[in-house]
């Protein structure tokens, strides 16, 4: 652990002139510094290259900042020793790592204290107080203090290497930054569009540092200077940032918080990093070279380095892009086996399931929805992956509707485009927050800013009620209607209204045998009503915080939510309590989604990323980036191979969930996107956005372009094509109705909702 | 009066504020709920401010009582969701369980009656009358509901009882009650019965009536419709209707 020395004869002088600054320091609180220089000048200031110390350097830092706090505390004899034994000569604590630094601040040429891992250490350990001596201290030419520690110091060693602390003069941040912009600025063109990466989460990190040590004024002119170079896509991060100024502001803002203690990955070709790393290594930019190592999480690979357009399209998200190992985990995206349901020709109620396929009965009609071969599809998750709910009779009658549908299914192409009838909600006064189909498209529920929800009926039929248990009484219990007969005809009506909530409503979601509606609102609970008495059976509570959106499981039983408290929670009927919790979005949870297979689950966030979680356990094993703006609204292809997912950028991106890869990108709408659906052979997804259009986009054509070789599949490059033109099948106005919803029926008509909004 | 409207400068200010954060487009009430929000949100804290400090028995209000009171109504009102390391061990702990298995063929698929909400929300409190007074009076528990302002009255012709009474059971279409084996009485205004009152004998008739079924299920009520014809009669009534006005109008828990 002995100090590795460069050019040796260098460091010398200064050591002396240092010493003598130290001595003659007026401010040092006690002795403390008075003890020790004469030890000190013999070692130079720790000055090796980091490159040595890359590994050892967390040690070597943890022992100084120990030392650091012996010496704080006046433990004079306790610190010689260890500092003997540790064979650390030097009295590195001269070499405040603050100022003096690369602003040539002039003081005997060539005397820049190489700021090494060790200085900054003991920068950290000295905090704030340090530099504000130097500042008030008789200029010293240069040479900042000794560090001398008191007011503000760290009690906990480790809190303090692993807090974010002063790193250095507040005033020479521009000029570091600057300096790393020329850097950047004469690399080749090829390392540049990738070095230029790093600038904005090094602007964010060194402006929160800023803030944290309430250096107010220094944040803002480092603010008004730099953040106008960063991507036009960081607009909104940087808004907020601006408004953010003081120390105290932070603690309320967990989005932020998060963001400093989580690592902002970058990936950087292995070419492009050495240079940046050689760069900064050398003496003056060892300040930004400590935020990198202590901030970003540089994935390195092997390769070409990536243009500009192919990071633009991956970044924009708040904690940069995914590491290539997050999305590595197999996901099983197909979809579950069908149980064979034999179709009756005659259209008798009875039926028989057959798991075989094999027909029993004469000649009835194999339903051919059903595998065909009998061999497990790799990619399906096995049956009894996740607990589902078994089939009941009317669930059966259900499916075998759902079948006869399909054979009357229109077949939609670039040719056939869809028939698109709009449902408009009038006098909503822009309080419609969402609305959701049930798969047989018979009922539609809305909900409203006024925390009501609405039923209504799509067909002619009514909505009725059950009847009051007096009047249950009174009917034939053995009668064949009986079903219908339960219903009370008195109080049938074109809509029913459910109250209970106390907040507006923001997700509503039908179970798939019409039975359950749910709602969730910002009251921070999650209602399950009957359709059948419609009244409030549940309030499922957890979230403590509004909920944003949440949706039944494609099999019934299971539920979704995700919130503003950043986790999405899975819940059963059944439970009162959720039975997963998928946290690790930065930032709320504003979309949730289940695959077609019930296995996962993918959550849109307003950090900008799509993270899919698996049921059985709760593992995040796929994050996709790339979105520019919170993500309002996914949807998964009914092959379960691919997600699409809308944001407030504008665009539609098409994710390959099986390799985590970005496959396409819809460019076209011009405001925020709110409704996705995929049509139900998977043929073309509609769009709707809030700027009052609904787009058809052709998918066969969009998912035949991939090229998934293994270069693409090992560095997840991907070259986007740039045929959003050709992919657009339709663009469709409204009347000033911005559309929130989409469903396609099961014969393939396109039904949209919205609230006119003049 | 016609000069130009001027924007007070609180106003202003709100106004430069969402310029600055970068908002265009805003409702015109929208600095209006700003101003508003600032206004109480500082008094409150300079209230509290003052409570901390006469708490602490200083004479004036200083910056450490601000910043106390600034703190407390952070952590009251202004709460942030959890940090993320919180989260993340919450959620490894809970994920660790397995998905419990399902029963099959259990019906509705709800948590326990505790946690739902489709228990009934009232209770029906039984009320032994006094057996005294007249015979003939049936005495039976009575399902008072609302206020019954009735007075003594006077037999007077052409006067009907001033008895305003909502008769709504607090039953609703779609709560079965389960009120096996209770008969209880329902006052009715009988308003047409006052203009025969003077006529009928003094002592009140009672009428049985079978009121909806659906109701309360298949058993019958008795419906009395007491004809408040005499004074005593009506006293009596009174009082024992007065009684009831305390007891039964809300259900006591």
């Not at chain 1, 290539?324 to 099983?332: C, I, L, M, P, T």
């Not at chain 2, 028995?57 to 910043?67: F, G, I, L």
Request: net charge negative.
């Amino acid at each position: 652990m002995a100090a590795v020395q460069d050019g040796p004869i260098e460091p010398e002088p200064e050591n002396e002139i240092k010493t003598e600054a130290s001595n003659e320091f007026p401010g040092n609180p006690g002795d403390a510094s008075g003890g020790v220089p004469p030890t000190a000048p013999v070692a130079a200031v720790a000055t090796e290259k980091p490159a040595a110390a890359a590994t050892d350097s967390t040690e070597r830092q943890t022992l100084l900042a120990v030392l650091q706090f012996l010496k704080k505390s006046k433990l004079f004899e306790s610190e010689e020793i260890l500092r003997r034994e540790a064979g650390l000569l030097n009295e590195t604590g001269d070499s405040q790592g603050a100022a003096p630094g690369g602003a040539g601040l002039g003081g005997g040429g060539g005397a820049e204290p190489e700021s090494g891992d060790a200085s900054s250490v003991l920068s950290r350990v000295a905090g704030a107080v340090a530099v504000a001596q130097s500042a008030n201290a008789t200029p010293a030419p240069a040479k900042v203090a000794p560090v001398v520690t008191g007011g503000e110091d760290q009690p906990d060693v480790n809190v303090v290497l692993a807090a974010y602390s002063q790193q250095g003069d507040p005033v020479l941040y521009p000029v570091y930054y600057s300096g790393l912009k020329r850097f950047i600025d004469s690399v080749l063109d090829c390392h540049r569009a990738e070095l230029s990466q790093v600038f904005y989460p090094l602007f964010v990190h060194m402006y929160l540092e800023l803030v944290y040590n309430q250096y107010e004024k220094e944040a803002k002119a480092f603010f008004d200077k730099f953040h106008g170079d960063q991507e036009c896509y960081y607009k909104d991060d940087l808004r907020i940032l601006s408004g953010l100024t003081k120390s105290e502001h932070m603690k309320g803002n967990e989005t932020l918080l998060d963001f400093r203690t989580s690592k902002f990955v970058l990936r950087i070709s292995r070419d492009s990093y050495q240079l940046l790393k050689r760069h900064l290594q050398e003496r003056q930019n060892n300040q930004i070279w400590n935020i990198i190592q202590e901030h970003l999480y540089i994935d390195i690979f092997d390769g070409m380095p990536r243009s500009k357009g192919q990071i633009d399209s991956m970044s924009g998200s708040l904690a940069g892009e995914a590491k290539r190992e997050a999305n590595k985990a197999k996901v099983f995206y197909g979809l579950l086996k069908e149980p064979e349901i034999e179709v009756p020709l005659d259209d008798e109620d009875e039926e028989a399931e057959n798991e075989e396929g094999k027909p029993k009965k004469k000649k009835p009609k194999k339903d051919s929805t059903g595998s065909k071969s009998k061999k497990q599809d790799p990619n399906a998750p096995q049956q009894s992956r996740i607990p589902l709910p078994e089939l009941k009779d009317s669930d059966k009658l259900d499916k075998i509707m759902n079948m006869k549908e399909a054979t009357k299914r229109v077949r939609l192409g670039p040719e056939s485009l869809p028939s698109i009838c709009f449902y408009t909600f009038l006098n909503a006064y822009q309080g419609l927050t969402a609305v959701d189909f049930t798969d047989d498209s018979s009922l539609v529920a809305g909900g409203f800013a006024d925390s009501t929800v609405r039923v209504w009926s799509v067909t002619p039929k009514k909505l009725r009620g059950v009847k009051t248990a007096g009047d249950l009484s009174l009917i034939d219990k053995d009668s064949d209607d009986v079903l219908e007969r339960i219903m009370d005809e008195k109080t049938a009506s074109e809509s029913k209204n459910l109250y209970g909530h106390s907040g507006p409503v923001y997700g509503i979601s039908f179970s798939p045998d019409r039975n359950y509606l749910l709602s969730c609102s910002e009251d921070a609970t999650v209602r399950l009503w009957s359709l059948q008495t419609f009244t409030c059976l549940v309030g499922y509570k957890g979230h403590n915080y509004p909920v944003w959106d949440t949706q039944f499981s494609p099999y019934g039983y299971y539920f979704i939510s995700g919130g503003h408290d950043r986790v999405a929670r899975l819940w059963a009927t059944d439970h009162y309590q959720p039975l997963r919790m998928f946290s690790g979005h930065l930032a709320d949870v504003t979309c949730t989604r289940f695959h077609p297979n019930s296995n996962y689950v993918a959550t849109g966030s307003a950090d900008r990323t799509i993270r899919l979680w698996d049921v059985l356990n709760g593992n995040c094993v796929r994050i996709f980036t790339g979105h520019k703006g919170p993500i309002h609204c996914l949807a998964f292809s009914p092959n379960g191979k691919f997600l699409a997912s809308g944001a407030t950028d504008g665009r539609v991106l098409l994710w390959d969930i099986g390799h985590g890869l970005m496959i396409g990108e819809l460019k076209g709408h011009t405001d925020t996107v709110y409704a996705l659906k995929f049509s139900r052979d998977g043929e073309i997804l509609a769009s709707g956005s809030m700027d009052n259009t609904v787009r058809l986009w052709d998918t066969v054509k969009a998912f035949d372009d991939i090229e998934t070789d293994d270069f693409t599949a090992a560095t997840g490059h991907i070259t986007l094509p740039e045929n959003s033109q050709e992919l657009l099948l339709g663009s469709y106005m409204t009347k000033s109705t911005p559309v929130i919803h989409l469903h396609f029926t099961r014969r393939n008509l396109l039904l949209g909702a919205g609230a006119y909004n003049p | 009066m016609a000069a130009p409207k001027v924007v007070p400068k609180d106003a202003q200010v709100m106004t430069q504020i969402l310029k600055d954060m970068g908002i265009a487009e805003y409702e015109p009430r929208v600095i209006n709920q700003m101003l508003e929000f600032t206004y109480r949100y500082v008094t409150t804290i300079i209230e509290d401010a003052k409570i901390y400090s006469t708490h602490a028995k200083k004479s004036n209000v200083d910056a450490d009582d601000v910043r106390l009171a600034i703190q407390c109504r952070m952590d009251q009102s202004f709460t942030s969701p959890p940090p993320r390391d919180f989260l993340l061990e919450v959620a490894r702990q809970k994920n660790q369980t397995p998905l419990p298995l399902i029963k099959p063929y259990t019906g509705p698929r709800l948590p326990p009656d505790r946690y739902c909400l489709t228990a009934p929300n009232y209770r029906l409190k039984s009320l032994q009358k006094k057996v005294s007074s007249s015979a003939g009076r049936i005495t039976v528990p009575r399902l008072s509901v609302g206020a019954m302002s009735s007075r003594p009255s006077t037999p007077t012709l052409g006067k009907g009882t001033p008895v305003s009474q909502s008769v709504t059971l607090t039953t609703k279409v779609g709560t079965p009650v389960s009120l096996s084996g209770q008969r209880f009485t329902v006052q009715i205004p009988s308003s047409q019965s006052s203009t025969v009152k003077s006529a009928m004998p003094s002592t009140p008739t009672v009428q049985n009536v079978l009121i909806n079924p659906s109701l309360i299920g298949s058993k019958n009520i008795l419906i009395t419709t007491n004809m408040v014809s005499s004074q005593s009669s009506a006293n009596e009534s009174n009082a024992l209707k007065r009684k009831h006005e305390d007891e039964d109008d809300y259900d006591t828990l």
